[in-house]
């Protein structure tokens, strides 16, 4: 599974961004299509951040698994539920088990400045996004991605 991540705090637009990256409201198959591609990819795009939505890492494999999706974007907060700090950890805990379950990381958009202990050759930093327009952020997260 190829993973698109976006990681930021509360308030920094993870919902909005992604939104406005897949059309998605809450939970959907999406067509993308990718620069390097000449056919959409199939897409499983998911709103709301893992943590604050209670889902555990095999809730969401299962979940995804479930779509027959080619690739997945969702949302992380950097931080642990501090409710359930086992079930709901940290970013780079999710991103961990993720890749355990062989999933590539394929992009990791951090909103804000927190990334939440995640690192990943193609991760970048989105300071701004918490201010600018949802939009710009966006354009800037699709060109990252290698998006059309």
Sequence with gaps: MDAYILIGNANTRKASVLRSLSGCFNRSVREIQLQSGRRPVRFYARVGALQATHTTVEEFVQEVARSRC??????????????????????????????????????????????GGVRAPNLRQHVLAPTQPVNVTARDVRAQFGWV
């Design 70 to 115: 080619e690739a997945v974007l969702f949302c992380l907060t950097p931080t642990a539920l501090h409710t359930d700090l086992m079930d709901y950890p940290d970013a780079q805990a999710y991103v961990t088990a993720l890749r355990e379950h062989g999933w590539r990381i394929k992009g990791v958009a951090v909103l804000g400045q927190d990334s």
